[in-house]
């Protein structure tokens, strides 16, 4: 959160100016950023109102946490009251959404979608939105697991008139999603003393919320299963659900008249793309709707046929690959989810192709022309292979050249890496792949960060963390080292991986498991993955709790900058047609991809001493501590 402090102390510090300098301040730190204008406009003109309601209501002790981060997630409430219940005298917490709009209308479509004239395509409603904080705070904070009632939401449009916004009231409200406009002020201060108590101070219930034990994540994979064949179990926020319900919605439009639309949703690592995919396909599978997952990752799509599709074949049918689409005919399912889109190929065709199918069909094609609803999550920055075609761009021009409506929804949020923007903003400034350089990096309390001086200290820093706490944790490294054949069942792994004194087997290429190894595709899930190394193919799409990076000599810094070397990848994919400039970016990507897989920290190794000293610079004291 950016500040706690009492509905009495707010009030004060936003009458003298000092508030906003501390927010602003608190921003900048935790995110590696300056906030931006509109987030300070919003800040000026929304948080003075609600300190006011609250001393106007007498409850100048409750305490009053300003853009409180949910956890494990880098979307943040405007607002947690902490209190005390005024009857049952237990801890009583207020989520609160303040909103400057003077007018909102619902979506004609979705009445869970409103328009609002500032905003360029639909937003969520605001009763549904704090109501989806109030359910993700239960679901992630262990102070309140097992005292759902303690929880409240309320939207305050503290500019708008019961007129201008009637029609949000469409959705149902509830005890965790209420909404109050500026014509209904009186009301909302009486539920503000509904909820919480005139007579003591909230200190002692916003330390309790505070200290309440951050459950795990839900990892995508472990609940694949449940959320495909029997009911939805992540809660969708802001901008995700939004994407998810547009999809819906397309859908429904498809199947009442004949009508095709693409959906495009771009993210960031972490944003919720895979979440979206499986939500979107538990949700349909369960309607009787056809559709299919699809991804251009072998691993990824193995792994969700085991894990959701454990016992229930036609659930492992429902995950295909981008090239199993070359003979469909068009319009054949009424939606195809391509997770992982940045992956789409120029065509499908390769060397097994028969000539009969060998066409030329782009393979953008292919996946747009067989369903009503295409859909496409992507992350540009993700990227790491020649020939990989899933931009924005290239799916907005096929669309035009087809005269199909094409829809982009870009998630901001993040959930990988702790929910921590810093630590993504720290990653691609360090990578160049925004602008403005690397910077030293501030511990945020989400997301941890190491350099180890030796791959035995991160191998022995990474099995503590398995051992003692009980995390999961791999070891990851650019393309730099050859691959031995994969060796027969019940010989030892080859040591591709040699670093001094240090040898470690790369994962194993094939689909069986062999010594004890998992198969390739199940390398960043199966717990006997620690030990081998994986590399970008194995690892990208999955998360676990600690990341063990080793940068090998392909990126080495030198005086100024990162200077890439592709003599020293010894990935096939790179050939002589492939352009140095290209190399570069694809190499900045992979390694991008390989520093965001953690979800409690990261611990990087460089080969060269070089290197290693500036990581050294720009993370400061967070190095390695081994265990005794």
Known sequence: MLLRASARTVAVMSMDGSLFLHLTEQFAHMHGHRPGASEVRSWERSIPVLAAALNDAGLGDVEVMLEYALPLNSKRADAVLAGVHPVSG???????????????????????????????????NPIEQVRRYCEYLLNFNGALAEHSERVSGVAYLHNATEFGVSGLREIEVDERGQMFTAEGRGAFLEYLRAKLSDKQPGAWAADELMAGKTAPSKQLMALAAQEVRQREQFVLLDEQQVAYRLVLNAVRKAKQSDHKEIVIVTGGPGTGKSVIALSLLGELYRQGVSALHATGSKAFTKTMRKVAGARKREV????????????????????????????????????????????????????????RVPVFLLDEHQVVRPGEMGTVE???????????????????????????????????????LEPGGPFVWEPDG????????????????????????????????????????????????PLDVVIGDWARPWNLRGDRAISGAPPSALWATDPAGFGQVGCVYTAQGFEYDWSGVIIGPDLVWRRDQWVTDRTKSKDTIFTKATSDADVARLIR?????????????????????ETREKLRELVGAQEVTVPA
């Open 90 to 124: 237990e801890p009583s917490y207020v989520v609160v959404e303040l909103k400057q709009w003077s007018g909102a209308s619902p979506h004609d479509d979705d009445p869970e979608l409103c328009i609002v004239d500032a905003y360029v395509r639909p937003v969520l």
């Open 394 to 432: 290239e799916i907005r021009a096929a669309a035009t050249r087809k005269g199909i409506d094409c829809t982009v929804v870009p998630l901001e949020s993040q959930f990988r890496c702790g929910g921590s923007d810093a630590y993504l903003k720290w990653v691609v400034r360090l990578l160049g």
């Open 446 to 493: 989400r997301m941890q960060l190491r350099v180890a001086e030796s791959p035995e200290e991160m191998e022995a820093f990474l099995q503590e963390r398995r051992t003692r706490d009980d995390y999961s944790a791999r070891m990851s490294a650019g393309y730099c080292w050859p691959w031995s054949p994969e060796p027969n069942p019940g010989d030892p792994l």
């Open 316 to 371: 492992q049918e429902l995950f295909k690959y981008f090239n199993g689409f070359m003979t469909a005919e068009k319009n054949s399912l009424d939606v195809v989810i391509c997770d992982e889109a940045h992956r789409i190929r120029e065509t499908s065709a390769n060397r097994y192709t028969s000539a009969i199918h060998r066409t030329g069909k782009p393979q953008i094609d292919e996946l747009i022309d067989v369903a």
């Open 589 to 609: 990507n992979t390694y991008k991809v390989l520093l965001t897989r953690g979800m409690v920290g990261t611990v990087v190794y460089s080969t060269d001493s």
